[in-house]
């Protein structure tokens, strides 16, 4: 059983997104790989400062909807020429245009569904609760506060040097969060 009283992390504030940009690619240029960024808005390029790559969700989203396309044409094809064959006006029993509306249809669906399953399985969803939620300054990374947070998992973390090296960077609080 995990010691409750451990540190979980660190957690850094800063005032401005520009801050809190420039901390990340110091961050992430130091070789930190646990750790993430907090703030009360989208800032463009923090993708990019943080060094993280592609998200695998599109792919998720592919292969689903290629599954439901799969699955919508398979169907089709075996209820209009095995399970219930029907000519009707001539037409052939496999008939592909009459097939689109139905497999656009599913397509979407099993897309959808894999990109909201996924975005849930990738963001680590659902937590009820995080450690950062017991950090009275955190609450205010919802109205004009910045903060970069670096869990003590990570194989770079030293309490005291890591919050020296918060410091060092415009950290203008660090605060060590319980785990």
């Known amino acids: 059983m995990a010691n409750s009283n451990a540190p ?5 504030e800063f005032d401005s ?3 809190v940009y420039h901390a990340a690619e110091k961050v992430r240029d ?3 790989q646990k750790w993430d960024t907090h703030t009360p808005f989208c800032v463009h390029g923090m993708d990019d400062a943080m060094g993280l790559g592609p998200s695998k969700l599109p792919w998720i989203s592919l292969v689903m909807g290629l599954t439901g396309l799969a699955a919508a044409v398979a169907l089709q094809t075996w209820v209009s ?8 006006s001539g037409k052939p ?3 592909l245009p009459a097939f689109v509306p139905l497999m656009f249809e599913i397509t979407v669906l099993f897309a959808a569904i894999g990109t909201g399953f996924g975005m849930f399985f990738l963001n680590g969803l ?3 609760h995080h450690p950062l939620f017991s950090s009275e300054r955190f609450e205010r990374v919802t109205d004009d506060k910045f903060f970069i947070s670096i869990e003590s998992t990570d194989s770079k973390f030293d309490s005291a040097k890591t919050a020296d090296f918060l410091r060092e960077i415009g950290a203008k609080h660090v605060e060590v969060i319980e785990g």
Do not use: D, H
Request: no cysteine; charged share 5%; glycine share 12%.
């Open 17 to 19: 997104a520009y801050g």
């Open 93 to 95: 029993l496999n008939s």
């Open 30 to 32: 130091a070789g930190f």
């Open 126 to 128: 659902p937590m009820l």
């Open 81 to 88: 020429t095995t399970e219930y064959p029907m000519v009707i």
């Open 8 to 12: 979980w992390g660190l957690l850094a």
